[in-house]
């Protein structure tokens, strides 16, 4: 894990939050030599959360379209 000083993420900011995106996460030291590590922030979303899509079709139409997938042979 690479450590950088206070001044060096000021001046690399956009560099140092895409290594924290690579490896995880960063530690960034102060002058008085506090240490705070800097990581990407957790999602919850599931990668399988995905927008409906509207269709302008009747009940009828789509439960006869269901009906003639499921009599199809295999």
């Given at each position: 894990?690479?450590?950088?000083?206070y001044s060096e993420a000021?001046?690399?900011l956009a560099s140092l939050l895409d290594?924290?995106?690579r490896?995880?996460?960063?530690?960034v030291r102060r002058r008085d030599g506090r240490l705070f590590t800097i990581r990407?922030?957790?999602t919850n979303d599931s990668?399988?959360?995905?927008?409906g899509v509207r269709v302008e079709m009747e009940l009828d139409d789509l439960l006869a379209i269901?009906?003639?997938i499921r009599e199809r042979p295999e």
């Open positions: 894990m690479i450590t950088y000083t000021r001046q690399q290594r924290a995106q490896d995880g996460e960063v530690l990407p922030a957790q990668p399988l959360d995905v927008a269901q009906r003639e």
